[in-house]
Protein backbone atom coordinates (compact mmCIF):
# COMPACT_ATOMS: atom_id res chain seq x y z
CA UNK A 1 0.00 0.00 0.00
CA UNK A 2 1.07 3.48 -0.83
CA UNK A 3 0.14 6.94 0.32
CA UNK A 4 -0.52 9.11 -2.05
CA UNK A 5 0.19 12.69 -0.59
CA UNK A 6 -0.68 15.82 -2.49
CA UNK A 7 1.59 19.05 -1.87
CA UNK A 8 0.37 21.43 0.64
CA UNK A 9 -2.73 23.67 -0.43
CA UNK A 10 -3.22 21.22 -3.19
CA UNK A 11 -7.13 23.02 -4.69
CA UNK A 12 -9.42 20.45 -4.18
CA UNK A 13 -12.92 20.61 -5.60
CA UNK A 14 -15.14 20.62 -8.25
CA UNK A 15 -16.17 22.94 -11.99
CA UNK A 16 -19.38 24.17 -13.20
CA UNK A 17 -20.44 26.61 -15.44
CA UNK A 18 -22.97 29.77 -15.55
CA UNK A 19 -25.18 28.64 -18.13
CA UNK A 20 -25.44 25.02 -16.88
CA UNK A 21 -26.23 25.15 -13.45
CA UNK A 22 -28.00 29.13 -12.63
CA UNK A 23 -31.04 28.64 -14.69
CA UNK A 24 -33.37 31.42 -15.68
CA UNK A 25 -36.31 33.43 -13.83
CA UNK A 26 -38.66 36.04 -15.25
CA UNK A 27 -37.28 39.41 -13.72
CA UNK A 28 -33.59 38.31 -13.51
CA UNK A 29 -32.72 40.88 -16.47
CA UNK A 30 -30.37 38.18 -17.56
CA UNK A 31 -30.44 38.99 -21.89
CA UNK A 32 -30.60 35.73 -23.97
CA UNK A 33 -27.29 33.68 -24.72
CA UNK A 34 -27.21 31.34 -27.88
CA UNK A 35 -28.62 28.89 -25.78
CA UNK A 36 -31.63 30.50 -25.06
CA UNK A 37 -32.26 31.65 -28.74
CA UNK A 38 -31.08 27.99 -30.30
CA UNK A 39 -33.66 25.88 -27.66
CA UNK A 40 -36.02 28.81 -28.39
CA UNK A 41 -36.09 28.28 -31.91
CA UNK A 42 -35.00 24.37 -32.53
CA UNK A 43 -35.61 22.45 -29.22
CA UNK A 44 -35.74 19.16 -31.18
CA UNK A 45 -31.82 19.64 -31.08
CA UNK A 46 -31.64 18.96 -27.13
CA UNK A 47 -32.07 15.53 -25.75
CA UNK A 48 -35.56 15.24 -24.84
CA UNK A 49 -36.26 18.89 -25.23
CA UNK A 50 -35.00 19.93 -22.35
CA UNK A 51 -33.56 23.35 -22.14
CA UNK A 52 -31.18 25.74 -20.36
CA UNK A 53 -34.11 27.68 -18.31
CA UNK A 54 -34.24 25.84 -15.51
CA UNK A 55 -30.90 23.81 -15.65
CA UNK A 56 -30.34 22.73 -11.57
CA UNK A 57 -31.54 26.73 -10.35
CA UNK A 58 -28.71 27.45 -8.71
CA UNK A 59 -29.79 31.08 -8.76
CA UNK A 60 -32.51 30.47 -6.32
CA UNK A 61 -30.71 27.42 -4.59
CA UNK A 62 -26.98 28.91 -4.03
CA UNK A 63 -26.67 29.01 -0.33
CA UNK A 64 -27.97 25.59 -0.10
CA UNK A 65 -25.96 24.46 -2.69
CA UNK A 66 -22.45 26.17 -1.51
CA UNK A 67 -23.53 24.34 2.19
CA UNK A 68 -22.89 21.19 0.07
CA UNK A 69 -19.32 22.12 -1.14
CA UNK A 70 -18.46 22.98 2.36
CA UNK A 71 -20.10 19.16 3.60
CA UNK A 72 -17.53 17.64 1.19
CA UNK A 73 -14.92 19.69 1.92
CA UNK A 74 -13.88 22.17 -1.24
CA UNK A 75 -11.40 24.49 -0.71
CA UNK A 76 -12.15 25.85 -4.11
CA UNK A 77 -14.70 25.93 -7.03
CA UNK A 78 -14.65 26.92 -10.52
CA UNK A 79 -17.64 28.46 -12.15
CA UNK A 80 -18.42 31.34 -14.61
CA UNK A 81 -20.29 34.58 -14.88
CA UNK A 82 -22.55 34.46 -17.75
CA UNK A 83 -22.05 37.45 -19.85
CA UNK A 84 -25.50 37.63 -21.22
CA UNK A 85 -26.56 38.39 -17.47
CA UNK A 86 -24.15 40.46 -16.88
CA UNK A 87 -24.48 42.71 -19.93
CA UNK A 88 -27.77 41.66 -21.75
CA UNK A 89 -27.15 43.11 -24.59
CA UNK A 90 -23.58 42.08 -24.83
CA UNK A 91 -22.26 45.69 -24.08
CA UNK A 92 -23.74 48.76 -22.49
CA UNK A 93 -25.83 48.43 -19.37
CA UNK A 94 -25.03 46.34 -16.43
CA UNK A 95 -28.05 44.20 -14.82
CA UNK A 96 -27.55 45.28 -11.59
CA UNK A 97 -29.39 42.49 -10.26
CA UNK A 98 -26.43 40.25 -12.31
CA UNK A 99 -23.85 42.33 -10.00
CA UNK A 100 -25.75 41.63 -6.37
CA UNK A 101 -26.70 37.69 -7.56
CA UNK A 102 -22.59 37.31 -8.66
CA UNK A 103 -21.23 39.29 -5.37
CA UNK A 104 -23.58 37.35 -2.45
CA UNK A 105 -22.90 33.87 -4.83
CA UNK A 106 -18.73 34.94 -4.31
CA UNK A 107 -19.01 35.89 -0.90
CA UNK A 108 -21.30 32.87 0.09
CA UNK A 109 -18.22 30.68 -1.10
CA UNK A 110 -15.23 32.82 0.16
CA UNK A 111 -17.67 33.23 3.77
CA UNK A 112 -17.50 28.79 3.59
CA UNK A 113 -13.55 28.46 2.83
CA UNK A 114 -14.32 28.10 -0.51
CA UNK A 115 -11.82 30.01 -3.22
CA UNK A 116 -14.02 31.06 -6.31
CA UNK A 117 -12.07 30.90 -9.45
CA UNK A 118 -14.07 32.27 -11.85
CA UNK A 119 -13.94 31.51 -15.89
CA UNK A 120 -15.93 34.78 -18.33
CA UNK A 121 -17.04 32.28 -20.89
CA UNK A 122 -18.15 29.04 -21.22
CA UNK A 123 -19.67 28.77 -24.84
CA UNK A 124 -22.57 31.21 -23.89
CA UNK A 125 -22.32 34.13 -26.66
CA UNK A 126 -24.88 37.09 -26.00
CA UNK A 127 -27.43 36.93 -28.56
CA UNK A 128 -26.88 40.15 -29.24
CA UNK A 129 -23.60 40.13 -30.47
CA UNK A 130 -24.28 36.50 -32.15
CA UNK A 131 -26.77 38.22 -34.25
CA UNK A 132 -23.48 40.84 -35.10
CA UNK A 133 -21.28 37.46 -36.17
CA UNK A 134 -20.12 36.52 -32.44
CA UNK A 135 -16.64 35.47 -32.63
CA UNK A 136 -16.70 36.13 -36.35
CA UNK A 137 -16.74 39.89 -35.70
CA UNK A 138 -13.70 41.69 -34.96
CA UNK A 139 -16.07 44.44 -32.53
CA UNK A 140 -16.64 41.12 -30.49
CA UNK A 141 -13.13 40.82 -29.34
CA UNK A 142 -13.19 44.14 -27.65
CA UNK A 143 -16.48 43.89 -26.44
CA UNK A 144 -14.92 40.80 -24.52
CA UNK A 145 -11.94 42.85 -23.58
CA UNK A 146 -14.72 45.31 -21.95
CA UNK A 147 -16.60 42.84 -20.95
CA UNK A 148 -13.89 40.91 -18.84
CA UNK A 149 -12.76 44.84 -17.22
CA UNK A 150 -15.87 45.36 -16.33
CA UNK A 151 -15.76 41.87 -13.94
CA UNK A 152 -12.28 42.68 -12.46
CA UNK A 153 -13.69 45.67 -11.44
CA UNK A 154 -17.03 44.76 -9.99
CA UNK A 155 -15.29 41.36 -8.74
CA UNK A 156 -11.73 41.96 -8.30
CA UNK A 157 -11.87 42.19 -4.48
CA UNK A 158 -13.59 38.91 -3.90
CA UNK A 159 -11.91 36.66 -6.85
CA UNK A 160 -8.35 35.89 -6.78
CA UNK A 161 -8.34 33.19 -9.95
CA UNK A 162 -9.84 34.25 -13.14
CA UNK A 163 -9.78 32.65 -16.34
CA UNK A 164 -10.87 34.17 -19.55
CA UNK A 165 -12.45 31.42 -21.33
CA UNK A 166 -13.16 27.58 -21.05
CA UNK A 167 -12.05 25.14 -24.05
CA UNK A 168 -12.04 27.84 -26.51
CA UNK A 169 -11.80 25.41 -29.06
CA UNK A 170 -15.10 24.14 -28.42
CA UNK A 171 -17.33 27.20 -29.98
CA UNK A 172 -14.84 26.40 -32.74
CA UNK A 173 -15.16 22.53 -33.87
CA UNK A 174 -18.59 22.67 -32.24
CA UNK A 175 -20.49 25.67 -33.96
CA UNK A 176 -18.09 25.93 -37.21
CA UNK A 177 -17.29 22.26 -38.06
CA UNK A 178 -19.45 19.83 -36.22
CA UNK A 179 -22.80 21.52 -35.31
CA UNK A 180 -23.32 20.78 -31.97
CA UNK A 181 -23.16 24.47 -30.84
CA UNK A 182 -25.19 27.57 -32.50
CA UNK A 183 -24.36 28.45 -35.30
CA UNK A 184 -23.90 25.00 -36.31
CA UNK A 185 -21.70 25.91 -39.58
CA UNK A 186 -19.53 23.77 -41.60
CA UNK A 187 -16.97 26.22 -42.35
CA UNK A 188 -13.31 26.30 -41.80
CA UNK A 189 -12.42 29.43 -42.63
CA UNK A 190 -15.17 30.63 -40.45
CA UNK A 191 -13.75 28.43 -37.95
CA UNK A 192 -10.29 29.74 -38.06
CA UNK A 193 -11.33 33.47 -37.98
CA UNK A 194 -13.47 32.86 -34.54
CA UNK A 195 -10.46 30.76 -32.94
CA UNK A 196 -8.22 33.90 -34.14
CA UNK A 197 -10.37 36.32 -32.29
CA UNK A 198 -11.09 34.16 -29.33
CA UNK A 199 -7.29 33.72 -28.54
CA UNK A 200 -7.04 37.30 -29.14
CA UNK A 201 -10.13 38.62 -26.83
CA UNK A 202 -8.54 36.01 -24.10
CA UNK A 203 -4.95 38.04 -24.28
CA UNK A 204 -6.70 42.05 -24.51
CA UNK A 205 -8.64 40.77 -21.23
CA UNK A 206 -5.31 39.16 -19.62
CA UNK A 207 -3.84 43.17 -20.90
CA UNK A 208 -6.47 44.57 -18.84
CA UNK A 209 -6.25 42.61 -15.95
CA UNK A 210 -2.65 43.64 -15.73
CA UNK A 211 -3.81 46.89 -16.42
CA UNK A 212 -6.08 47.05 -13.89
CA UNK A 213 -3.56 46.08 -11.44
CA UNK A 214 -5.29 43.86 -9.35
CA UNK A 215 -3.81 41.36 -7.20
CA UNK A 216 -4.46 37.27 -7.98
CA UNK A 217 -3.76 35.64 -11.05
CA UNK A 218 -5.28 34.60 -14.51
CA UNK A 219 -5.25 32.19 -16.94
CA UNK A 220 -7.37 30.02 -19.11
CA UNK A 221 -8.99 26.79 -19.06
CA UNK A 222 -7.93 24.56 -21.94
CA UNK A 223 -8.87 21.10 -22.99
CA UNK A 224 -6.09 19.54 -23.98
CA UNK A 225 -6.29 16.01 -25.53
CA UNK A 226 -3.03 14.28 -25.72
CA UNK A 227 -2.68 12.36 -28.98
CA UNK A 228 -0.86 9.23 -30.40
CA UNK A 229 -0.26 8.19 -33.30
CA UNK A 230 -1.50 4.96 -34.82
CA UNK A 231 2.26 3.91 -34.94
CA UNK A 232 4.92 5.26 -32.93
CA UNK A 233 7.60 4.65 -35.64
CA UNK A 234 5.73 5.49 -38.71
CA UNK A 235 6.91 8.86 -39.78
CA UNK A 236 3.35 9.68 -41.99
CA UNK A 237 1.19 8.50 -38.69
CA UNK A 238 3.35 11.04 -36.46
CA UNK A 239 3.19 13.67 -38.73
CA UNK A 240 -0.81 12.71 -38.71
CA UNK A 241 -0.94 12.98 -34.85
CA UNK A 242 1.23 16.32 -35.26
CA UNK A 243 -0.96 18.05 -37.10
CA UNK A 244 -4.27 17.01 -35.39
CA UNK A 245 -2.49 18.12 -31.99
CA UNK A 246 -1.72 21.93 -33.90
CA UNK A 247 -5.31 22.14 -34.91
CA UNK A 248 -6.88 20.85 -31.63
CA UNK A 249 -4.39 21.60 -28.92
CA UNK A 250 -1.77 23.76 -29.63
CA UNK A 251 -3.82 26.07 -31.49
CA UNK A 252 -4.91 27.29 -28.06
CA UNK A 253 -2.21 26.34 -26.27
CA UNK A 254 0.69 27.80 -27.93
CA UNK A 255 -0.95 31.67 -28.15
CA UNK A 256 -2.12 31.01 -24.21
CA UNK A 257 1.47 29.86 -22.73
CA UNK A 258 3.98 30.89 -25.99
CA UNK A 259 2.40 34.00 -27.15
CA UNK A 260 2.89 32.33 -30.80
CA UNK A 261 0.62 30.14 -33.20
CA UNK A 262 1.98 26.29 -34.26
CA UNK A 263 4.25 26.88 -37.46
CA UNK A 264 2.94 23.58 -38.91
CA UNK A 265 -1.06 24.95 -38.53
CA UNK A 266 -0.03 28.50 -40.19
CA UNK A 267 1.76 26.50 -43.24
CA UNK A 268 -1.68 24.62 -43.52
CA UNK A 269 -4.07 27.34 -43.36
CA UNK A 270 -1.82 29.44 -45.97
CA UNK A 271 -2.26 26.40 -48.16
CA UNK A 272 -5.91 26.49 -47.81
CA UNK A 273 -5.73 30.45 -48.47
CA UNK A 274 -7.76 30.79 -45.35
CA UNK A 275 -5.54 32.85 -42.76
CA UNK A 276 -7.45 34.88 -40.86
CA UNK A 277 -8.07 38.44 -40.82
CA UNK A 278 -5.63 40.39 -38.70
CA UNK A 279 -4.02 43.72 -37.58
CA UNK A 280 -0.67 44.92 -37.51
CA UNK A 281 -0.56 45.14 -33.62
CA UNK A 282 -2.53 41.55 -32.84
CA UNK A 283 0.33 39.22 -32.75
CA UNK A 284 2.69 41.97 -30.55
CA UNK A 285 -0.72 41.62 -27.66
CA UNK A 286 -0.73 38.18 -27.58
CA UNK A 287 2.87 37.82 -27.43
CA UNK A 288 2.89 39.78 -24.23
CA UNK A 289 -0.22 38.89 -22.56
CA UNK A 290 -0.12 34.85 -22.22
CA UNK A 291 -1.15 33.48 -18.98
CA UNK A 292 -0.09 32.96 -14.96
CA UNK A 293 -1.72 29.58 -14.81
CA UNK A 294 -3.48 26.88 -17.13
CA UNK A 295 -6.60 25.14 -16.30
CA UNK A 296 -6.05 21.54 -17.81
CA UNK A 297 -9.63 19.90 -19.01
CA UNK A 298 -8.43 15.90 -19.12
CA UNK A 299 -11.39 13.47 -20.66
CA UNK A 300 -9.80 11.60 -23.60
CA UNK A 301 -7.15 11.26 -25.51
CA UNK A 302 -7.06 11.89 -29.63
CA UNK A 303 -5.68 8.34 -31.56
CA UNK A 304 -4.60 9.17 -35.06
CA UNK A 305 -3.29 7.64 -37.97
CA UNK A 306 -2.07 9.12 -41.46
CA UNK A 307 -4.80 9.63 -43.96
CA UNK A 308 -5.77 7.17 -46.06
CA UNK A 309 -9.95 7.26 -46.15
CA UNK A 310 -11.56 9.21 -49.20
CA UNK A 311 -12.66 12.87 -47.99
CA UNK A 312 -15.93 13.37 -46.94
CA UNK A 313 -17.06 17.05 -46.93
CA UNK A 314 -16.80 18.90 -50.08
CA UNK A 315 -15.25 21.54 -47.77
CA UNK A 316 -11.77 21.58 -46.14
CA UNK A 317 -11.84 19.94 -42.83
CA UNK A 318 -9.27 19.09 -39.72
CA UNK A 319 -9.89 15.14 -41.10
CA UNK A 320 -8.12 15.28 -44.32
CA UNK A 321 -4.92 15.55 -42.89
CA UNK A 322 -5.58 12.70 -40.66
CA UNK A 323 -7.48 9.61 -40.31
CA UNK A 324 -8.94 8.90 -36.71
CA UNK A 325 -7.72 5.68 -35.29
CA UNK A 326 -9.55 3.09 -33.21
CA UNK A 327 -7.28 1.28 -30.54
CA UNK A 328 -9.03 -1.88 -30.18
CA UNK A 329 -8.12 -2.28 -26.65
CA UNK A 330 -9.67 1.15 -25.90
CA UNK A 331 -11.55 1.21 -22.36
CA UNK A 332 -14.34 3.52 -22.86
CA UNK A 333 -17.63 5.29 -21.32
CA UNK A 334 -20.32 3.84 -22.97
CA UNK A 335 -22.59 6.65 -21.87
CA UNK A 336 -20.81 9.54 -23.56
CA UNK A 337 -18.29 7.49 -25.93
CA UNK A 338 -15.16 8.94 -24.83
CA UNK A 339 -12.34 6.82 -24.25
CA UNK A 340 -11.44 6.59 -20.56
CA UNK A 341 -7.20 6.46 -20.78
CA UNK A 342 -5.71 7.24 -17.56
CA UNK A 343 -2.35 7.89 -18.83
CA UNK A 344 -3.31 10.66 -20.78
CA UNK A 345 -3.72 12.94 -17.62
CA UNK A 346 0.09 11.82 -17.17
CA UNK A 347 1.15 12.93 -20.84
CA UNK A 348 0.00 16.06 -20.74
CA UNK A 349 1.10 17.08 -17.30
CA UNK A 350 5.09 16.01 -18.62
CA UNK A 351 3.83 17.81 -21.97
CA UNK A 352 3.41 20.92 -20.10
CA UNK A 353 6.04 20.33 -18.11
CA UNK A 354 8.95 19.81 -20.90
CA UNK A 355 7.03 21.49 -23.22
CA UNK A 356 5.95 24.81 -21.96
CA UNK A 357 8.25 26.03 -19.40
CA UNK A 358 6.67 23.91 -16.63
CA UNK A 359 3.33 26.40 -16.60
CA UNK A 360 1.65 26.19 -13.04
CA UNK A 361 -1.21 24.53 -13.82
CA UNK A 362 -3.64 22.36 -12.42
CA UNK A 363 -6.67 19.83 -13.55
CA UNK A 364 -9.94 22.01 -14.12
CA UNK A 365 -12.03 19.27 -15.14
CA UNK A 366 -11.89 15.25 -15.86
CA UNK A 367 -15.29 13.57 -14.72
CA UNK A 368 -17.39 10.84 -16.36
CA UNK A 369 -20.74 10.90 -17.28
CA UNK A 370 -23.02 8.03 -16.65
CA UNK A 371 -26.63 7.66 -17.54
CA UNK A 372 -29.51 6.43 -15.47
CA UNK A 373 -27.26 6.69 -12.24
CA UNK A 374 -30.97 6.34 -10.22
CA UNK A 375 -29.99 2.52 -11.01
CA UNK A 376 -27.35 2.77 -8.33
CA UNK A 377 -29.15 3.86 -5.72
CA UNK A 378 -28.95 2.20 -2.18
CA UNK A 379 -31.71 1.26 0.73
CA UNK A 380 -30.26 5.19 2.59
CA UNK A 381 -31.61 6.67 -0.93
CA UNK A 382 -27.66 7.71 -1.97
CA UNK A 383 -26.25 6.30 -5.26
CA UNK A 384 -23.14 4.44 -4.87
CA UNK A 385 -21.28 5.75 -7.83
CA UNK A 386 -18.24 2.84 -7.04
CA UNK A 387 -17.39 3.44 -11.07
CA UNK A 388 -16.38 7.40 -10.55
CA UNK A 389 -14.27 7.02 -7.13
CA UNK A 390 -12.29 4.50 -9.22
CA UNK A 391 -12.21 6.52 -12.20
CA UNK A 392 -11.15 9.44 -9.90
CA UNK A 393 -8.83 7.47 -8.40
CA UNK A 394 -7.00 6.05 -11.39
CA UNK A 395 -6.69 9.36 -12.74
CA UNK A 396 -5.06 10.97 -9.51
CA UNK A 397 -2.49 8.56 -9.40
CA UNK A 398 -1.13 9.82 -12.23
CA UNK A 399 -1.18 13.26 -11.98
CA UNK A 400 0.17 12.71 -8.28
CA UNK A 401 3.05 10.71 -10.02
CA UNK A 402 3.78 13.86 -12.32
CA UNK A 403 3.67 15.67 -9.60
CA UNK A 404 6.27 13.58 -8.22
CA UNK A 405 7.89 14.17 -11.34
CA UNK A 406 8.24 17.78 -11.41
CA UNK A 407 5.16 18.92 -12.71
CA UNK A 408 3.68 22.38 -11.12
CA UNK A 409 0.30 21.14 -11.13
CA UNK A 410 -1.56 22.91 -8.21
CA UNK A 411 -4.46 21.31 -7.90
CA UNK A 412 -7.51 18.85 -9.24
CA UNK A 413 -10.88 19.67 -10.25
CA UNK A 414 -13.90 17.17 -11.12
CA UNK A 415 -16.55 17.96 -13.47
CA UNK A 416 -18.77 18.54 -11.59
CA UNK A 417 -20.65 19.20 -8.33
CA UNK A 418 -24.18 18.89 -8.40
CA UNK A 419 -25.60 16.98 -11.79
CA UNK A 420 -25.96 19.90 -14.33
CA UNK A 421 -27.39 20.70 -17.93
CA UNK A 422 -24.84 19.55 -20.45
CA UNK A 423 -25.49 21.77 -23.89
CA UNK A 424 -27.38 19.05 -25.99
CA UNK A 425 -26.87 16.56 -23.93
CA UNK A 426 -29.09 18.41 -21.14
CA UNK A 427 -29.44 15.54 -18.37
CA UNK A 428 -28.84 12.45 -20.38
CA UNK A 429 -25.54 11.96 -18.61
CA UNK A 430 -25.29 12.95 -14.84
CA UNK A 431 -20.80 14.25 -13.60
CA UNK A 432 -21.74 15.11 -10.37
CA UNK A 433 -20.39 14.22 -6.99
CA UNK A 434 -24.06 15.36 -5.88
CA UNK A 435 -27.26 13.96 -6.93
CA UNK A 436 -30.17 16.30 -8.41
CA UNK A 437 -33.69 14.89 -8.62
CA UNK A 438 -34.71 17.19 -11.21
CA UNK A 439 -38.73 16.69 -9.99
CA UNK A 440 -38.12 17.89 -6.81
CA UNK A 441 -35.09 19.56 -7.48
CA UNK A 442 -33.58 17.44 -3.89
CA UNK A 443 -29.74 17.07 -3.57
CA UNK A 444 -28.36 14.22 -2.29
CA UNK A 445 -24.53 13.54 -1.81
CA UNK A 446 -23.10 10.86 -4.00
CA UNK A 447 -20.88 7.90 -2.46
CA UNK A 448 -17.95 9.47 -4.60
CA UNK A 449 -18.70 12.51 -2.70
CA UNK A 450 -18.03 11.34 0.74
CA UNK A 451 -15.55 9.70 -0.62
CA UNK A 452 -13.54 12.79 -2.20
CA UNK A 453 -14.18 14.13 1.21
CA UNK A 454 -11.79 11.83 2.91
CA UNK A 455 -9.54 12.37 0.02
CA UNK A 456 -9.59 16.31 0.87
CA UNK A 457 -9.09 15.43 4.73
CA UNK A 458 -5.96 13.36 4.01
CA UNK A 459 -5.07 15.84 1.03
CA UNK A 460 -4.51 12.50 -1.03
CA UNK A 461 -5.23 9.05 -0.06
CA UNK A 462 -3.76 4.92 0.52
CA UNK A 463 -3.66 3.08 -2.72
C1 LIG B 1 -16.46 19.92 -20.81
C2 LIG B 1 -17.19 21.23 -20.68
O1 LIG B 1 -15.92 19.83 -22.07
O2 LIG B 1 -17.16 18.75 -20.70
C3 LIG B 1 -18.50 21.13 -19.90
O3 LIG B 1 -16.39 22.24 -20.14
C4 LIG B 1 -19.23 19.86 -20.26
O4 LIG B 1 -19.26 22.27 -20.15
C5 LIG B 1 -18.33 18.67 -19.92
O5 LIG B 1 -20.47 19.76 -19.65
C6 LIG B 1 -18.96 17.32 -20.17
O6 LIG B 1 -19.32 17.16 -21.50
P1 LIG B 1 -20.80 16.86 -21.93
O7 LIG B 1 -20.86 17.18 -23.38
O8 LIG B 1 -21.05 15.43 -21.65
O9 LIG B 1 -21.65 17.77 -21.12
Known amino acids: ?144 ADYAALCFELFGDQVRHWFTQNEP ?76 DAFFNRSFLDPAVKGTFPEELITVLNELAIMPETRAEDLQIIKENTVDLLGVNYYQPRRVQQK ?28 RGWEIYERGIYDTLINLRDNYGNIPCYISENGMGVEDETRFIDASGQIQDEYRITFIKDHLRYVHQAIQEGSRCRGYHMW ?10 EFKNRYGFIAVDLATQKRTIKKSGEWFREVIQQNGFVD
Not at 204 to 209: M, N, Y
Not at 308 to 335: C, G, L, Q
Open 1 to 144: MTNLHFPKDFWWGAAASGPQTEGRTADDGKGDSIWDYWYATEPERFYQKRGPKDTVQLLQRYPEDVALMKEIGFNSFRTSIQWSRLLPEGRGAVNQQAVAFYREYFATLIENGIEPFINLYHFDMPMALQKEGGWLNRETVTAF
Open 169 to 244: IVPVEMGYLYQQHYPAEINLAHAVQVGYHEALASALAIQRFRQSQQSGEIGIILNLTPTYPKDPNDEKDGQAAQLA
Open 308 to 335: RSAKTADTPMPEDYFDVYDWPEKKINPH
Open 416 to 425: TCMDNWSWLN
